[in-house]
């Protein structure tokens, strides 16, 4: 289990697993709930009443459990959503695995459901990153700003099999074998839609304020392609493609953590969210 965690949370578009226990359980601080979005449940821990909320998105293989660092770093005074995908946590699983596009549905349910009012600022991290992107370039009049925590893009698998395919290739087979059998169909779903994406990074919609956090940690020893010399610049260069556009906001680069910043660095997360809130 140690050593699929570890895998997980080093590779590009993949979270690290929920690393808190049971005794961690959602609801310490908020509301937990249970809603029928599409035909699954899913967990929802929701606190606050502030005019501005924050609707955290967490990596592949995550629940949300994985945000109690920054929500704890916050504070008490702003209001925040954050939930576990299908199969994930306490959610129930659906029927077949979720492609972006039904990820993306279940997040705007969620929200219509919840009665979400006032700003939107919302936090993804790797695939949820992804996520948070597409879904403010769907849904552009209900998000208000954006926090990306070293986010999965969707030309990134491109970009890497053209830079290294056979190195590529044995990535996927090695995870894939360290995966539970629920997640590697979610792998295989999700590296099919990634190869049929373009190979040129869309930018962030010009109007949307935000900050996107980019780690940029090397290591002696990588694990996977993105963990090389040349897999961290490609990784950078996604990302100074997909921010280009942006007016307002800001492009954070972190040299001493590695892919799961929002938990080996919470409160720096949690500045750039009061930062993005106050339009700093």
């Known amino acids: 289990m140690k050593a699929l965690i ?67 770093a916050l504070g008490n005074n702003i209001s925040t959503v ?25 997040l705007h349910t969620l929200l219509t459901a919840l009665k979400v009012n006032g700003e939107i600022v919302l936090v993804g991290h790797s695939y949820g990153g992804l996520l948070a992107t597409e879904y403010a370039r769907q849904f552009p009049e209900q998000i208000s700003a954006l926090v990306l925590i070293d986010p999965a893009v969707m030309a990134q698998r491109k970009v890497f099999l053209q830079a290294d395919k056979g190195r ?35 930018p962030l919609p010009a109007t949307i304020r935000t900050s996107l956090i980019t780690s940029t940690k090397t290591y002696q020893q990588p694990f996977v392609f993105e963990e090389t010399q040349l897999g961290k610049q490609l990784w950078l260069n996604l990302h100074n493609a997909l921010f280009k556009e942006v007016t307002h906001g800001q492009h954070i680069r972190v040299s001493d953590a590695g892919h799961n910043l929002h938990q080996d660095k919470p409160q720096l997360i949690a500045q750039a969210i009061t930062a993005i809130i106050n339009r700093q």
């Open 168 to 202: 590529v290739l044995r990535d996927d087979q090695m995870l894939l074998k360290m995966m539970p059998t629920a997640l590697q169909q979610d792998y295989q779903l999700l590296i099919t839609q990634l190869d049929a994406a373009p190979a040129r990074v869309n």
């Open 6 to 72: 570890l895998s997980l949370a080093i590779i590009g578009f993949i979270g690290a697993g929920s690393v808190y226990g049971a005794e961690n359980a959602a609801g310490a601080a908020g509301r937990t709930l249970k809603l029928n979005i599409n035909d699954v449940m899913l967990e929802v821990e929701k606190q606050g009443k502030a005019d501005v909320t924050v609707v955290f998105e967490a990596g592949f293989g995550t629940d949300l459990r994985t945000w109690q660092p920054v929500i704890a």
């Open 82 to 106: 954050a939930y576990s995908r299908a199969g994930l946590g306490q959610s129930t699983a659906a029927d077949a695995p979720r492609n972006i596009q039904q990820h993306i549905n279940d």
